[in-house]
């Protein structure tokens, strides 16, 4: 059983960054590829960012190419997203999600056992 904890949102303006973390334990993180997700205001949860579990394959959404980096660190069992030139429409709850096909950067939260509780990111025009 792995439990996820998100940090790191907040508020901000409108081309500020971010930096969320999550931070797993319970389990061997370097076994899972790891995903970010986001859901915004009456809006369904959607795929933003993933990441195998050596860090060798990193997908994003359209929406954020180009803005979010997600990276991991093993040895800290922990996940990343730096979130750079923040728009309104970025406003979200983010959630981190492990997927234990390790090699495997899914875009569908169905793939993923076990999220974390979300941390929330509110950007301001």
């Known amino acids: 059983q792995v439990q996820l904890v998100e940090s790191g949102g907040g508020l901000v303006q409108a081309g500020g960054s971010l930096r969320l973390s999550c931070a797993a334990s319970g389990g061997t993180f370097s076994s899972y590829s790891m995903g970010w997700f986001r859901q915004g205001p009456g809006k369904e949860r959607e795929f933003v960012a993933a990441i195998t579990s050596g860090g060798g394959r990193t997908p994003y959404a359209e929406s954020v190419k180009g803005r979010f980096t997600i990276s991991r660190d093993n040895a800290k069992n922990t996940v990343y997203l730096q979130m750079n030139s923040l728009e309104a429409e970025d406003t979200a709850v983010y959630y981190c999600?492990?997927?234990?096909?390790?090699?495997?950067?899914?875009?569908?939260?169905?793939?993923?056992?076990?999220w974390g509780q979300g941390t929330q990111v509110t950007v301001s025009s």
């Open positions: 999600a492990a997927n234990p096909n390790r090699y495997y950067t899914s875009t569908y939260p169905t793939n993923y056992n076990y």
